[in-house]
């Protein structure tokens, strides 16, 4: 497994502390002291025994950082070109919910939750796919799939009919973009209620739809364009927050404000200059979670890890995970999505998707209960927040009062799987414990030179 970056910091420190530690026992007298003198005088017993503890606790500190490799609970049926997905959650009966694939060979991609392909597809060179609940269309309310079609370069619009058990689509739009289309996420304002598509590139350039209906069907039109200095295909949106992540994957990831009207100021959350990320940095989505609490994950390809960041402002990273694909190999991943929500069939505490066309073309099926358990601190899981319903900061829904969920508000209970945290904790890593250790040493240095000094 690959290491964290913690053990980046100890590779690069060690050297400095070694002086450090040689400097205080009194190993470097003056600057003129040769090479020799400072080997012979590090090799007394006390030294020695200092230098083997820093080296224990680097070296175990750094086992303690080793990035969680977690295992796959299944996977989908093979397909000929994984590349994005999403998750559709029933109306009423999760068990029947849909996993939405692209493949550009094929089209979209239907799963239950089991894996098992569904007897359906939507043709075209789909890439991207995002959706979006409680789109009002002709006189009642849809869940609105939106879709980015290589092959003519538009944005496909349709929605899916959950009666009865074998669900069927409709198409309700097609959209010209006049762009190369890669990637794409959906919008619901909190502000103003409309819903919005985002659509990426191959130039850098995005996209901001405005989705109306008109006349039984759904149109667009651009409200907006922004502009990156190269290709960009993961983006996600926060709804709660208002904002838009972009995946710029030679650079990192970019914040914008997601109205029409926020203009083009932007946040660099993270970078693959010195920061977390190894290019190309691609998937993103969000583990939401009650009163605007969850993460924002993001697939770092370059060194097959998702990093974790904070949902709140400031996007603080949190660490990072992998994905097993067999025989303790991690997949580099391209697509990913997550719900916190609850679904029968083996993932009642949230269940993660993530691409795979490394070790098979298929998407792996990921409990978030095990996700969660392998972080340090723990992950946060509630299943309580309903992606069908609208989230806002408050821990309500709908604008409902609290009454178990009856009308979408919050309330109820969280299940959990076993040994599953409900919440996440604030203990030290191992790099407090090197800090204080290193401290401990340093002064019991520094008393034994001054004994030393006064013989």
Same mark, same amino acid.
Request: charged share 15%; aromatic share 10%; proline share 3%.
């Given at each position: 497994m690959i290491r964290h970056r913690f053990v980046e910091i100890v590779s690069r420190t060690l050297p400095a502390c070694v002086s450090l530690i040689l400097s205080l026992g009194g190993c470097q007298s003056n600057r003129a002291a040769s090479e020799g003198q400072l080997r012979a005088r590090a090799g007394s017993a006390p030294i020695r025994i200092i230098l083997w503890g820093l080296w224990s606790i680097l070296y175990f500190g750094a086992a303690r950082a080793q990035i969680p490799l977690v295992p796959a609970s299944g996977q989908t049926n093979p397909t000929l070109s994984a590349v994005n997905v999403a998750i559709w959650i029933h109306p009423t009966d999760v068990r029947q919910s849909v996993i939405i694939g692209t493949d550009p060979s094929v089209g979209l991609v239907f799963y239950g939750i089991d894996g098992q392909q569904l007897p359906f597809t939507s043709p075209g060179q789909m890439n991207s796919v995002d959706l979006r609940y409680n789109f009002r269309l002709d006189g009642g309310v849809i869940p609105l799939i939106a879709a980015t079609n290589q092959f003519n370069n538009t944005l496909a619009l349709c929605t899916i009919d959950p009666v009865p058990l074998q669900q069927r689509l409709q198409t309700v739009g097609t959209l010209q973009t006049g762009t190369n289309v890669l990637g794409l996420s959906m919008y619901r304002s909190n502000v103003n209620g409309n819903y919005y598509a985002f659509v990426t590139d191959t130039d850098g350039g995005v996209q901001q739809w405005g989705l109306v209906e008109d006349g039984g069907r759904v149109t667009g039109t651009v409200v907006r364009t922004l502009t990156l200095s190269s290709q960009a295909e993961g983006t996600v949106c926060d709804d709660a927050y208002g904002v838009l992540y972009v995946a710029e994957d030679l650079v990192g990831i970019w914040k914008y404000g997601a109205e029409p009207d926020a203009g083009a100021a932007r946040v660099l959350v993270?970078?693959?200059? $010195? $920061?977390?990320?190894?290019?190309?940095? #691609?998937?993103?989505? *969000?583990?939401?979670?009650?009163?605007?609490? !969850?993460?924002? =994950? %993001?697939?770092?390809? $370059?060194?097959?890890?998702? %990093?974790?960041? /904070?949902r709140e402002p400031g996007n603080r990273f =949190? /660490?990072?995970?992998?994905?097993? !694909?067999? /025989? +303790?190999? &991690? *997949? &580099?991943?391209? $697509?990913? @999505?997550?719900?916190?929500? +609850? =679904?029968d069939g083996g993932f009642p505490v949230g269940l993660f998707v993530l691409q795979d066309s490394?070790?098979? @073309?298929?998407? #792996?099926? @990921?409990s978030w209960g095990e996700i969660a358990r392998a972080m340090n601190p723990p992950l946060l899981v509630d299943t309580l927040l309903d992606p069908r319903q609208t989230e806002t900061l408050d821990g309500s829904l709908d604008g409902g009062k609290r009454d178990g969920g009856v009308d979408g508000g919050g309330g109820g209970s969280i299940p959990t799987e076993p040994g599953t945290s409900t919440g996440c904790s604030c203990a030290g890593g191992p790099s407090g414990i090197l800090v204080a250790a290193l401290g401990v040493m340093v002064l019991a240095l520094v008393r034994s030179r001054k004994r030393r000094d006064r013989e």
């Open positions: 993270d970078s693959t200059d $010195g $920061g977390h990320l190894v290019a190309r940095v #691609k998937g993103l989505s *969000i583990y939401r979670a009650r009163n605007g609490a !969850g993460y924002l =994950l %993001a697939s770092s390809h $370059g060194n097959a890890t998702i %990093a974790v960041y /904070g =949190l /660490g990072a995970f992998q994905v097993d !694909g067999g /025989g +303790g190999r &991690p *997949i &580099p991943a391209i $697509g990913q @999505v997550v719900t916190n929500f +609850g =679904l490394t070790f098979g @073309v298929d998407f #792996k099926l @990921v």
